[in-house]
């Protein structure tokens, strides 16, 4: 185990209600002024928009709407809400969404309080912002874990890249699975997939030696994928998003990274497969982890024959070692077929060849899990997912 330093910033409340039963104290800490950020518009035909708006103007606030937060958001639209974040001097940001709004927002509360480019001060002179907005998110849609972290995916389309980009913590994060009730099952699924992702990411991450963050992320793994099965049965199963739904929070909370380097290569791909595609990010890691993980596993053996006994419940009975391995990444793939989920990016609407050399030549490069590819390597994977 890495030695390792752990905090957490982020007040959660979770369950049905939350909102109305805890927003308002929460919104007494703050100023005013409150932006109220949101997507493309589901929080107007679900209901969510109407009970925030109730809620803020029973605290008194000013509010002030941020709306239009594309999924996989732009830089673009980064700045167009910190400037009218800075135009109104708002003194809280209310995001309420997916992965989208919550990642837009947590680099909005940054970009606001900063006469600096972030993009120039993050990857130019390699700073991180100390100052922020303070944020609030009301999760919408699970799976990213956005809400947990300060990191945010954001693609510069100018610069046609798709990154992790540094911004604000959340002081506070309202998980309701009541909410997420509405979302296109599609989504749900996909969403449920990149908790999986997550947990795998951080799995075969450094050191490859298993100890308790990756005994608990097997169990991660385990209920995310039981749970999404369940809702395959049954996709009103309130229980089972309620599972999924901290299971997607487990797995960006930090605890499963606790002394561990994460790889999040099939991450590194996908996103830049997104710069290029504007894929769905759960889709796109569906067709990404087989093929990587068929790349990898010789160089990771002993920790891939573990992820298919402790997770897939592989009988190792009359087989090699790399028929173990094999048979667990063949279940992953089996599991992925289940959730309706594609295993081509054809599947999903990919059908332009050309892409994907540009994107295998501006991946990110991780330090690797078991192995650190090329980017020769990473053509192939994606030639291999086409
Ligand atoms: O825009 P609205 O109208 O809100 O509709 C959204 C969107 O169309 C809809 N939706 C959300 N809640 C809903 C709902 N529809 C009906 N009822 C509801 N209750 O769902 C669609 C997808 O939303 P989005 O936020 O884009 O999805 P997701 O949560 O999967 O977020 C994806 C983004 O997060 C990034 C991804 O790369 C992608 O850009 N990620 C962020 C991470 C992080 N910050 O830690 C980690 C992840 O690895 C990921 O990269
Ligand atoms: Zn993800």
């Known amino acids: 185990m890495n030695d390792f330093t752990y905090a957490y910033p982020t007040k959660i409340y979770f369950g049905k209600g939350a909102a109305a039963k805890h927003l308002p104290a929460e919104l007494a800490k703050v100023g005013k002024k409150v932006m109220l950020a949101y997507g493309g518009g589901s929080i107007k035909s679900n209901g969510i928009y109407d009970e925030m708006m109730t809620i803020l103007k029973d605290a008194g606030k000013t509010v002030i709407e941020f709306s239009g937060i594309m999924p996989n958001p732009t830089y673009a639209k980064v700045q167009e809400g910190a400037e009218l974040a800075r135009k109104e001097n708002v003194d809280f940001i209310l995001a309420v969404g997916g992965g989208s709004v919550s990642d837009c927002c947590k680099i909005v509360a940054s970009q606001a309080v900063t006469e600096e480019d972030i993009w120039e001060l993050e990857f130019t002179k390699h700073e991180f912002p100390t100052d922020a907005v303070k944020l609030g998110v009301v999760v919408t849609a699970s799976g990213t874990g956005s809400e947990q972290n300060a990191g945010a995916v954001i693609t510069n389309e100018d610069k046609k890249i798709k990154t992790g980009v540094f911004g604000a913590h959340a002081d506070f994060a309202i998980l309701d699975p009541q909410y997420t009730m509405s979302v296109p099952f599609k989504q749900v699924i996909s969403g449920a997939f990149d908790t999986l992702s997550h947990a795998m990411e951080t799995y075969f991450g450094k050191p490859q030696e298993s100890f308790l963050s990756d005994e608990i ?148 490069i991780t330090a690797g899990c078991c192995k650190q590819l090329t980017r020769e390597e990473i053509f192939e994977i994606l030639q291999e997912c086409f």
């Open 217 to 364: 992320n097997e169990a991660v793994m385990r209920n995310t994928i039981a749970n999404i099965r369940k809702l395959i049965e049954n996709p009103d199963d309130l229980e089972a998003r309620s599972e999924l739904m901290w299971d997607s929070a487990m797995a960006e909370n930090g605890i499963l990274k606790i002394g561990k380097i994460t790889d999040f290569q099939a991450h590194q791909i996908e996103h830049q497969l997104g710069a290029y595609t504007n894929c769905n990010h759960g889709r796109g890691l569906a067709v990404i982890h087989p093929v990587l993980y068929r790349h990898i596993y010789k160089e990771g053996l002993e920790k891939f024959k573990r992820f298919a006994v402790a997770v897939w419940n592989v009988s190792t009975a009359g087989k090699s070692d790399d028929e173990i391995a094999l048979a667990g990444i063949s279940a992953l793939e089996d599991f992925i077929k289940e959730a309706g989920l594609p295993t081509r990016f054809r599947d999903m609407g990919i059908t332009y060849e050309d892409v994907l050399k540009p994107v295998a030549d501006s991946t990110n």
